[in-house]
Nanobody
Framework: QVPLVESGGGLVQAGGSLRLSCAAS????????MGWFRQAPGKEREFVAA????????WYADSVKGRFTMSRDNAKNTLYLQMNSLKPEDTAVYYC????????????????????WGQGNQVTVSS
């Protein structure tokens, strides 16, 4: 388990930007791939982006590709999601999560592998 705490959400107008952060405690953060997920009201949780344990590989859902950038700073035990050109349909609660397998080789990790969810952070994009 990798305890995670998200921050950085809020209200922004369409076309604006936000950066989400996810701080991890413990010494295992740097050995796990990480993911960002989101869930809008009445919809299923959506897998948005993933980054490998060393930051060398990233994956994005088609819905955010070209607009969102995921990064990590293992020295600071922190994960980031830079969200640009935000749209009203990006409105959701965003969660970070850790791959349960350290140094996992399957890419991107299967959704079922993610655990250690953060508390969630609301992002609201107004039109």
């Amino acid at each position: 388990q990798v305890p995670l705490v998200e921050s950085g959400g809020g209200l922004v107008q369409a076309g604006g930007s936000l950066r989400l952060s996810c701080a991890a405690s413990g010494r295992t953060f740097s050995s796990h791939a990480m993911g960002w997920f989101r869930q809008a009201p009445g919809k299923e949780r959506e897998f948005v982006a993933a980054i490998s344990w060393n930051g060398g590989r990233t994956w994005y859902a088609d819905s955010v590709k070209g607009r969102f950038t995921m990064s990590r700073d293992n020295a600071k035990n922190t994960l980031y999601l830079q969200m640009n050109s935000l749209k009203p349909e990006d409105t959701a609660v965003y969660y970070c999560a850790a791959d349960t397998l350290p140094y996992g080789s399957t890419w991107p990790p299967a959704v079922q592998r993610f655990a250690s969810w953060g508390q969630g952070n609301q992002v609201t994009v107004s039109s």
